[in-house]
Protein backbone atom coordinates (compact mmCIF):
# COMPACT_ATOMS: atom_id res chain seq x y z
CA UNK A 1 0.00 0.00 0.00
CA UNK A 2 1.12 3.28 -0.73
CA UNK A 3 2.39 5.69 1.84
CA UNK A 4 0.09 8.57 0.17
CA UNK A 5 -2.93 5.68 0.30
CA UNK A 6 -2.83 5.20 3.97
CA UNK A 7 -5.81 5.86 6.39
CA UNK A 8 -3.95 8.29 8.62
CA UNK A 9 -1.98 10.20 5.39
CA UNK A 10 -3.86 13.67 5.90
CA UNK A 11 -1.95 15.52 3.19
CA UNK A 12 1.08 15.22 5.49
CA UNK A 13 4.21 17.26 4.21
CA UNK A 14 7.05 14.71 4.28
CA UNK A 15 7.38 11.03 5.32
CA UNK A 16 10.84 9.54 5.53
CA UNK A 17 12.15 6.02 5.95
CA UNK A 18 15.81 5.46 6.87
CA UNK A 19 17.99 2.27 7.44
CA UNK A 20 21.47 1.78 8.97
CA UNK A 21 22.41 -1.95 8.54
CA UNK A 22 25.35 -1.40 10.45
CA UNK A 23 24.48 0.74 13.28
CA UNK A 24 20.81 -1.67 13.64
CA UNK A 25 17.97 1.29 12.96
CA UNK A 26 15.05 1.65 11.09
CA UNK A 27 13.17 4.66 11.71
CA UNK A 28 10.82 6.73 10.43
CA UNK A 29 10.08 10.77 10.36
CA UNK A 30 6.93 12.06 9.72
CA UNK A 31 5.99 15.82 9.47
CA UNK A 32 2.02 16.65 8.99
CA UNK A 33 2.75 20.45 9.12
CA UNK A 34 4.73 23.95 9.07
CA UNK A 35 2.37 26.54 8.34
CA UNK A 36 3.35 28.11 11.98
CA UNK A 37 6.83 26.98 12.51
CA UNK A 38 9.40 23.84 12.33
CA UNK A 39 7.94 20.73 12.81
CA UNK A 40 8.52 19.59 16.73
CA UNK A 41 7.75 16.29 17.94
CA UNK A 42 9.47 13.46 19.83
CA UNK A 43 11.03 10.47 18.87
CA UNK A 44 9.48 7.18 20.08
CA UNK A 45 11.63 3.82 20.50
CA UNK A 46 8.97 1.04 20.73
CA UNK A 47 8.96 -2.80 19.35
CA UNK A 48 6.54 -2.45 16.77
CA UNK A 49 4.94 -5.56 15.28
CA UNK A 50 6.01 -4.76 12.01
CA UNK A 51 6.82 -1.69 9.89
CA UNK A 52 3.03 -1.18 9.43
CA UNK A 53 2.09 -0.72 12.58
CA UNK A 54 5.23 1.84 13.05
CA UNK A 55 3.48 3.81 10.04
CA UNK A 56 0.78 4.12 11.25
CA UNK A 57 1.51 5.08 14.76
CA UNK A 58 4.18 8.07 13.47
CA UNK A 59 1.23 9.19 11.03
CA UNK A 60 -1.00 9.86 13.71
CA UNK A 61 1.43 11.04 16.57
CA UNK A 62 2.67 13.70 13.80
CA UNK A 63 -0.53 14.87 13.02
CA UNK A 64 -1.41 14.87 16.90
CA UNK A 65 1.23 17.34 17.50
CA UNK A 66 0.44 19.74 14.58
CA UNK A 67 -2.92 20.31 16.96
CA UNK A 68 -1.01 19.74 19.79
CA UNK A 69 1.01 23.09 19.06
CA UNK A 70 -1.61 25.44 17.74
CA UNK A 71 -3.74 24.59 20.52
CA UNK A 72 -0.54 25.46 22.74
CA UNK A 73 -0.14 28.87 20.99
CA UNK A 74 3.24 27.78 19.97
CA UNK A 75 4.83 28.81 16.50
CA UNK A 76 5.46 25.22 16.04
CA UNK A 77 4.37 22.51 13.10
CA UNK A 78 3.69 19.16 14.19
CA UNK A 79 5.86 15.92 13.67
CA UNK A 80 7.41 12.69 14.99
CA UNK A 81 9.58 10.06 14.88
CA UNK A 82 9.62 6.48 15.69
CA UNK A 83 12.27 3.52 16.02
CA UNK A 84 11.25 0.06 15.08
CA UNK A 85 13.08 -1.81 18.84
CA UNK A 86 12.75 -2.79 21.86
CA UNK A 87 14.34 0.35 24.05
CA UNK A 88 15.45 -1.74 26.78
CA UNK A 89 17.08 -4.48 24.37
CA UNK A 90 18.16 -3.25 21.39
CA UNK A 91 19.02 0.34 21.97
CA UNK A 92 22.68 1.44 21.55
CA UNK A 93 24.65 4.55 21.46
CA UNK A 94 25.59 4.04 17.59
CA UNK A 95 22.10 4.07 17.13
CA UNK A 96 21.30 6.90 18.22
CA UNK A 97 23.69 8.48 16.19
CA UNK A 98 22.58 7.11 13.51
CA UNK A 99 19.51 8.35 14.02
CA UNK A 100 20.71 11.71 14.79
CA UNK A 101 22.47 12.04 10.83
CA UNK A 102 18.24 10.84 9.84
CA UNK A 103 17.22 13.83 11.39
CA UNK A 104 19.66 16.16 10.36
CA UNK A 105 19.29 14.74 6.53
CA UNK A 106 15.29 16.87 7.40
CA UNK A 107 17.86 20.12 7.08
CA UNK A 108 15.52 21.81 10.13
CA UNK A 109 12.41 21.29 8.58
CA UNK A 110 11.70 18.37 11.56
CA UNK A 111 13.78 18.92 15.38
CA UNK A 112 13.33 15.83 17.81
CA UNK A 113 12.82 15.48 21.31
CA UNK A 114 12.11 12.96 23.73
CA UNK A 115 9.25 10.39 23.82
CA UNK A 116 8.22 6.80 25.18
CA UNK A 117 11.73 4.29 25.05
CA UNK A 118 13.99 7.60 24.36
CA UNK A 119 16.10 8.85 27.62
CA UNK A 120 17.88 12.08 27.50
CA UNK A 121 21.41 10.80 27.11
CA UNK A 122 20.07 9.47 23.83
CA UNK A 123 19.05 12.59 22.44
CA UNK A 124 22.66 13.62 23.91
CA UNK A 125 24.31 11.15 21.71
CA UNK A 126 21.77 12.39 18.70
CA UNK A 127 23.05 15.37 19.20
CA UNK A 128 26.28 14.77 18.26
CA UNK A 129 25.05 14.20 14.60
CA UNK A 130 23.15 17.15 14.49
CA UNK A 131 21.80 20.75 15.73
CA UNK A 132 18.17 19.98 15.33
CA UNK A 133 17.57 18.03 18.33
CA UNK A 134 15.95 19.55 21.55
CA UNK A 135 16.12 19.10 24.74
CA UNK A 136 19.77 19.02 25.68
CA UNK A 137 20.22 22.23 27.04
CA UNK A 138 17.40 22.88 29.48
CA UNK A 139 17.12 26.02 31.57
CA UNK A 140 14.04 26.26 32.59
CA UNK A 141 11.62 24.05 35.27
CA UNK A 142 7.93 25.14 36.11
CA UNK A 143 8.71 24.50 39.53
CA UNK A 144 12.26 26.13 40.18
CA UNK A 145 13.93 22.84 40.22
CA UNK A 146 17.22 22.13 38.27
CA UNK A 147 16.44 21.20 34.62
CA UNK A 148 17.79 18.26 32.88
CA UNK A 149 16.04 18.18 29.33
CA UNK A 150 13.46 15.99 30.71
CA UNK A 151 10.27 17.25 29.60
CA UNK A 152 8.33 14.56 31.28
CA UNK A 153 7.42 16.99 34.60
CA UNK A 154 6.38 19.75 32.82
CA UNK A 155 4.17 17.19 30.64
CA UNK A 156 2.44 15.51 34.11
CA UNK A 157 1.90 18.71 35.81
CA UNK A 158 0.11 20.06 32.59
CA UNK A 159 -2.10 16.89 32.38
CA UNK A 160 -2.79 17.50 36.08
CA UNK A 161 -3.35 20.95 35.78
CA UNK A 162 -5.86 19.74 32.63
CA UNK A 163 -7.44 17.02 34.76
CA UNK A 164 -8.31 19.00 37.57
CA UNK A 165 -9.64 21.84 35.72
CA UNK A 166 -11.82 19.35 33.79
CA UNK A 167 -13.15 17.75 37.24
CA UNK A 168 -13.79 21.05 38.42
CA UNK A 169 -16.20 21.24 34.80
CA UNK A 170 -17.42 18.22 35.34
CA UNK A 171 -18.42 17.61 38.91
CA UNK A 172 -18.04 21.33 40.18
CA UNK A 173 -15.51 19.68 42.71
CA UNK A 174 -11.85 19.67 43.59
CA UNK A 175 -9.49 16.52 43.40
CA UNK A 176 -9.27 15.73 47.21
CA UNK A 177 -11.42 12.53 47.41
CA UNK A 178 -11.85 12.13 43.66
CA UNK A 179 -10.84 8.42 42.38
CA UNK A 180 -8.88 8.45 39.50
CA UNK A 181 -7.25 5.35 37.84
CA UNK A 182 -4.01 5.87 36.22
CA UNK A 183 -3.26 3.65 33.35
CA UNK A 184 0.38 3.53 32.62
CA UNK A 185 2.92 4.47 35.43
CA UNK A 186 6.06 5.61 33.48
CA UNK A 187 7.75 8.56 33.30
CA UNK A 188 4.37 10.94 33.13
CA UNK A 189 2.06 8.60 34.81
CA UNK A 190 4.48 8.13 38.13
CA UNK A 191 4.89 12.39 38.06
CA UNK A 192 0.63 12.51 37.47
CA UNK A 193 0.30 10.42 40.61
CA UNK A 194 2.24 12.22 42.72
CA UNK A 195 0.74 15.20 42.17
CA UNK A 196 -2.58 14.17 42.26
CA UNK A 197 -1.57 11.85 45.97
CA UNK A 198 -0.72 15.52 47.12
CA UNK A 199 -4.37 16.98 45.75
CA UNK A 200 -5.76 14.20 47.70
CA UNK A 201 -6.73 11.93 45.07
CA UNK A 202 -7.40 8.61 45.40
CA UNK A 203 -5.33 6.43 43.36
CA UNK A 204 -5.82 2.89 41.22
CA UNK A 205 -2.88 2.00 38.91
CA UNK A 206 -1.66 -0.36 36.11
CA UNK A 207 0.94 -1.05 33.89
CA UNK A 208 2.86 -3.95 32.04
CA UNK A 209 5.56 -3.12 34.03
CA UNK A 210 5.61 -4.05 37.68
CA UNK A 211 8.68 -1.41 38.81
CA UNK A 212 6.29 1.83 38.41
CA UNK A 213 3.16 0.00 40.00
CA UNK A 214 4.33 -1.07 43.28
CA UNK A 215 6.21 2.44 43.58
CA UNK A 216 3.03 4.00 43.13
CA UNK A 217 1.67 1.41 45.67
CA UNK A 218 4.40 1.99 48.40
CA UNK A 219 4.61 5.97 47.77
CA UNK A 220 1.26 6.95 47.77
CA UNK A 221 -1.09 4.38 48.89
CA UNK A 222 -1.96 3.47 45.17
CA UNK A 223 -4.26 0.15 44.63
CA UNK A 224 -2.87 -1.76 42.18
CA UNK A 225 -4.93 -3.28 39.15
CA UNK A 226 -4.49 -5.51 36.71
CA UNK A 227 -4.12 -3.91 33.31
CA UNK A 228 -7.56 -5.81 32.02
CA UNK A 229 -9.25 -4.27 34.41
CA UNK A 230 -8.29 -1.15 34.80
CA UNK A 231 -11.22 0.68 32.29
CA UNK A 232 -14.47 -1.18 34.15
CA UNK A 233 -13.28 0.53 37.61
CA UNK A 234 -16.23 2.28 39.35
CA UNK A 235 -14.00 5.54 39.46
CA UNK A 236 -14.10 9.22 38.87
CA UNK A 237 -11.83 9.71 36.35
CA UNK A 238 -9.69 7.57 33.89
CA UNK A 239 -6.59 8.89 32.92
CA UNK A 240 -4.69 6.84 30.05
CA UNK A 241 -1.36 7.43 29.97
CA UNK A 242 0.34 4.67 27.98
CA UNK A 243 -0.07 3.70 24.24
CA UNK A 244 -2.82 5.19 21.60
CA UNK A 245 -6.11 3.86 21.11
CA UNK A 246 -6.95 2.99 24.87
CA UNK A 247 -10.61 3.83 23.95
CA UNK A 248 -11.80 1.77 21.43
CA UNK A 249 -14.74 -0.62 20.76
CA UNK A 250 -13.72 -3.02 23.87
CA UNK A 251 -13.00 -0.15 26.47
CA UNK A 252 -16.03 1.64 26.31
CA UNK A 253 -18.76 -0.33 27.30
CA UNK A 254 -16.98 -0.70 30.41
CA UNK A 255 -16.57 2.84 31.41
CA UNK A 256 -18.22 3.64 34.45
CA UNK A 257 -16.31 7.23 34.98
CA UNK A 258 -17.70 10.58 34.60
CA UNK A 259 -14.05 12.19 33.31
CA UNK A 260 -11.24 10.66 30.77
CA UNK A 261 -7.92 13.14 31.05
CA UNK A 262 -4.85 11.64 30.80
CA UNK A 263 -1.35 11.70 29.32
CA UNK A 264 -1.61 9.39 26.61
CA UNK A 265 -1.37 10.41 22.89
CA UNK A 266 -4.55 9.34 20.30
CA UNK A 267 -6.18 8.01 22.91
CA UNK A 268 -9.60 7.64 20.88
CA UNK A 269 -9.43 4.67 18.66
CA UNK A 270 -11.91 6.55 16.09
CA UNK A 271 -13.00 10.31 16.18
CA UNK A 272 -16.12 8.61 16.32
CA UNK A 273 -15.68 7.80 19.78
CA UNK A 274 -15.96 11.23 21.20
CA UNK A 275 -19.30 11.25 19.88
CA UNK A 276 -19.96 8.15 21.99
CA UNK A 277 -18.28 9.21 25.14
CA UNK A 278 -20.70 12.67 24.94
CA UNK A 279 -23.57 10.76 24.32
CA UNK A 280 -22.63 8.43 27.77
CA UNK A 281 -22.15 11.81 29.93
CA UNK A 282 -18.34 11.49 29.66
CA UNK A 283 -16.26 14.58 29.90
CA UNK A 284 -13.07 13.49 27.29
CA UNK A 285 -10.21 15.88 27.83
CA UNK A 286 -8.74 16.05 23.91
CA UNK A 287 -5.24 14.42 24.47
CA UNK A 288 -2.87 16.85 22.40
CA UNK A 289 -4.45 19.87 24.84
CA UNK A 290 -3.89 18.23 27.95
CA UNK A 291 -0.61 16.60 27.20
CA UNK A 292 1.16 19.59 25.38
CA UNK A 293 3.55 20.36 28.67
CA UNK A 294 5.95 18.88 27.02
CA UNK A 295 6.13 20.67 23.66
CA UNK A 296 5.18 24.01 26.14
CA UNK A 297 8.93 22.32 27.88
CA UNK A 298 11.06 22.06 25.03
CA UNK A 299 9.26 25.44 23.07
CA UNK A 300 10.57 27.76 26.05
CA UNK A 301 14.09 25.60 26.45
CA UNK A 302 14.45 26.64 22.86
CA UNK A 303 13.60 30.35 23.74
CA UNK A 304 16.82 32.95 23.82
CA UNK A 305 14.74 34.71 26.80
CA UNK A 306 12.40 32.93 28.84
CA UNK A 307 11.63 31.64 32.90
CA UNK A 308 10.72 29.03 35.55
CA UNK A 309 7.07 31.89 35.87
CA UNK A 310 6.71 32.20 32.05
CA UNK A 311 7.15 28.27 31.72
CA UNK A 312 4.85 27.80 34.68
CA UNK A 313 2.22 30.19 33.51
CA UNK A 314 2.35 28.00 29.88
CA UNK A 315 1.36 25.14 31.50
CA UNK A 316 -1.04 26.57 33.76
CA UNK A 317 -3.35 27.64 30.61
CA UNK A 318 -3.96 23.82 29.56
CA UNK A 319 -6.73 24.21 31.69
CA UNK A 320 -8.12 27.63 30.71
CA UNK A 321 -8.08 26.55 27.22
CA UNK A 322 -9.91 22.92 27.81
CA UNK A 323 -12.24 24.83 30.10
CA UNK A 324 -13.22 26.99 26.63
CA UNK A 325 -13.08 23.62 24.45
CA UNK A 326 -16.16 22.33 27.10
CA UNK A 327 -17.95 25.53 26.97
CA UNK A 328 -17.33 25.44 23.31
CA UNK A 329 -18.86 21.99 23.35
CA UNK A 330 -21.59 22.38 25.43
CA UNK A 331 -22.92 25.77 23.49
CA UNK A 332 -22.49 23.60 20.32
CA UNK A 333 -23.69 20.34 20.97
CA UNK A 334 -20.12 18.82 19.86
CA UNK A 335 -18.00 16.17 21.11
CA UNK A 336 -14.64 17.94 22.85
CA UNK A 337 -12.56 16.16 20.35
CA UNK A 338 -14.39 17.46 17.29
CA UNK A 339 -14.27 21.04 18.86
CA UNK A 340 -10.56 21.11 19.63
CA UNK A 341 -9.89 19.76 16.14
CA UNK A 342 -11.78 22.70 14.66
CA UNK A 343 -10.33 25.44 16.96
CA UNK A 344 -6.58 24.04 15.99
CA UNK A 345 -7.32 23.80 12.26
CA UNK A 346 -8.87 27.57 13.04
CA UNK A 347 -5.12 28.48 13.81
CA UNK A 348 -2.93 26.50 11.69
CA UNK A 349 -4.89 26.41 8.73
CA UNK A 350 -5.17 30.87 9.14
CA UNK A 351 -1.04 30.83 8.84
CA UNK A 352 -1.70 28.33 5.47
Not at 16 to 26: N, Q, R, V
Not at 129 to 144: D, K, M, P, Q, W
Not at 157 to 181: D, H, I, K, N
Not at 266 to 278: C, D, P, S, T, V
Request: hydrophobic letters at 40%.
Amino acid sequence: MSVFDHSEFDNHEHVAFYHDKEAGLSAIIAVHNTNLGPALGGCRMWPYINSSEALTDVLRLSKGMTYKSAMANLELGGGKSVIIGDPRKAKTPEMMRAMGRFVDSLGGKYFTAEDSGIAVTDLQAMAKESSYIAGVNARYHYNGEEADGNPAPSTAYGVFVGLRATVEYATGRSLEGVSVAIQGMGHVGYRLAKHLHNAGATLYVTDIYPEGVERAVREFGATAVAPEDIFGLDVDVIAPCALGAAINDESLPMLKAKVIAGAANNQLAREEMGELLREKGILYAPDYVINAGGVIDIFHQRMESSSNEALRDHLDNIGTTLKAIYARSDEEGKATNRVANTMAEERFNAKG
